[in-house]
């Protein structure tokens, strides 16, 4: 009997009507295209603007996008994953109320939250799943509302984050497709440079701390991006040599995208040709657990059955790792 291995056989993707240009910022904060551009690589962003709609929302969409495109009864679906950093709601799973809505009534349903590394976590999760024969259909959403927790007069964050969800399906693969290795690291001792500190259990907010605006965002630029660009390459590199693999046997690199620069310096790392690297960060920014997936959305007409994709994520915790994985379809 073949070794079951966990592939993607379907992808979708959401991103909001509204967008959020570098020109618009400028009439924000003190900023301009010119800067942003040249050290984010970011030129748009999309921002859910309809009251009362939050994450569920995009991840429903992104769902609803890939069930219609697959053809797939959601009733068949066995466990639905929403990567997220942004839940509707403390307590009440964002997994669930997405799971319902979309009519995957036979799932049971939970959230992932691991900052920007989620939906690369979640894909080992699921890949477990799958290989150990529990289940035959995955639904593994990335999805995050960043404007909800986004400062507007903090030009050091509004300008990095946007808004979007995307989502895959898993299913057994006995062709030796899927996922074949993963390197995935933490370290707490970064979380004090990038997190929401008030809201959390440590820190409830109250009414000072919230006028004071302590429940938004907060990132050490500089730490971070120190961290990201030594840490993505680092495993992207090793994963690489663990498995023989050289620049000219990889199709792409799908990384996180958090900064134009990060990513670049990942490929670099790794001797990628600049066609072989997936970028979707000047139209969308950082959308923390959908960038992996949207990516995977927008180059899908791309991807080729066989495929060797590198993926990497680095994310707030710390948290962040590396994916080998073989496409299992022909778009």
């Known amino acids: 009997m073949s070794k079951i291995t966990a592939a993607i056989t379907a992808v979708g993707g959401y991103v909001p009507d509204f967008v959020l240009s570098n020109k618009v910022l400028e009439t924000m904060v003190d900023t301009n295209d010119e800067w942003i551009t040249s050290r984010t690589g970011i030129k748009e962003r999309r921002i859910l603007k309809e009251q009362g709609k939050g994450t569920s929302f995009l991840a429903i969409k992104a769902a609803e996008n890939l069930i219609q495109k697959k053809g797939l009864d959601p009733k068949k679906i066995d466990l639905v994953i929403v990567c997220t950093a942004t839940p509707d709601m403390k307590a009440a799973s964002t997994a669930a109320f997405t799971a319902t809505q979309i009519g995957a009534i036979n799932a049971f349903s939970y959230d992932l939250e691991a900052a920007c590394s989620s939906f690369l976590f979640g894909m080992s999760t699921a890949a477990a799943y799958i290989e150990a024969g529990r289940y035959k259909k995955i639904l593994l959403i990335g999805a995050d509302k960043n404007s909800s927790f986004i400062n507007y007069k903090d030009r050091a964050t509004c300008i990095i984050f ?14 030796g ?20 500190t008030y809201g959390g259990s440590s820190y ?37 040599k663990r498995n023989n693999l050289s620049n000219d046997d990889i199709s792409w690199l799908a990384a996180h ?31 923390t657990s959908a960038t992996l997936p949207l990516l995977l959305f927008d ?22 790792g590396s994916i080998y994985f073989k496409w299992a379809y022909n778009s």
């Open 257 to 287: 995208q958090a900064n134009k620069r990060i990513i670049d310096a990942t490929a670099n790392r790794i001797n990628l040709e600049e066609e072989k690297v997936m970028m979707n960060i000047q139209k969308y920014g950082n959308t």
């Open 177 to 196: 497709l899927g996922l074949q290795d993963e390197l995935l690291r933490s370290n707490g001792e970064g979380r004090e440079f990038l997190q929401a």
């Open 162 to 175: 946007g808004d979007g969800a995307g989502a895959v399906l898993f299913e057994p693969n006995e062709d």
């Open 299 to 320: 180059y899908e007409s791309q991807l080729e059955k066989g495929d060797k994709i590198i993926f990497a994520a680095f994310g707030g915790g710390f948290t962040w």
């Open 204 to 240: 409830p907010i109250t009414e000072e701390t919230f006028n004071e605006g302590k429940h938004y965002v907060f990132q050490d630029g500089k730490t971070v991006f120190k961290n990201a660009v030594f840490n993505m390459a680092d495993v992207s590199e090793r994963i690489m």
